[in-house]
């Protein structure tokens, strides 16, 4: 003898389980994502002498951490921005791990350094280098 359930009882407990599953989902994202450790960065772009250099194209790349919102996928996060005429670039708050950055200014040499965030602001001080005379063997 086999034994059928209603199809009413059936969909309703689909219906409480999904609804239970859907809960568990958006109670546990907030705490997960609250916990997660971030930093505010600012860069300061001058010169040797330390004068600030405008409109210099900063690159910050994102390249090592895990987050637990994500259940410990990697976090893949990108940003290219200009600093202003005091030669500084404010960031949005980063996930603390490693970044890459990079900065390109118009008569200097680009400037490329991974970091390690691990405080809640960090302030990174780049001085840029003038451009170096072109080698040849002929001379």
Do not use: C
């Not at 410990?72 to 202003?84: A, F, L």
């Amino acid at each position: 003898m086999v034994l059928v359930a209603e199809p009413a009882i059936i969909t309703d407990m689909r219906i409480l389980s999904s609804l239970a599953l859907a809960l568990m989902m958006f109670a546990s994202a907030p705490a997960a994502r609250a916990d997660d450790p971030m930093t505010t960065l600012r860069i300061e772009v001058k010169t040797l002498k330390d004068r600030p250099i405008d409109r210099a194209a900063v690159t910050v790349d994102f390249i090592e951490g895990r987050s637990v919102a994500k259940f410990g996928k990697k976090i893949r996060k990108h940003w290219e921005t200009r600093s202003n005429q005091e030669g500084v670039v404010k960031l949005p708050p980063l996930p603390q791990g490693k970044v890459r950055i990079m900065v390109h200014a118009r008569g200097y040499q680009t400037f490329g350094e991974t970091y390690d965030l691990n405080e809640e602001e960090k302030t990174i001080e780049i001085k840029m280098n003038p451009p170096q005379a072109q080698f040849s063997v002929h001379q």
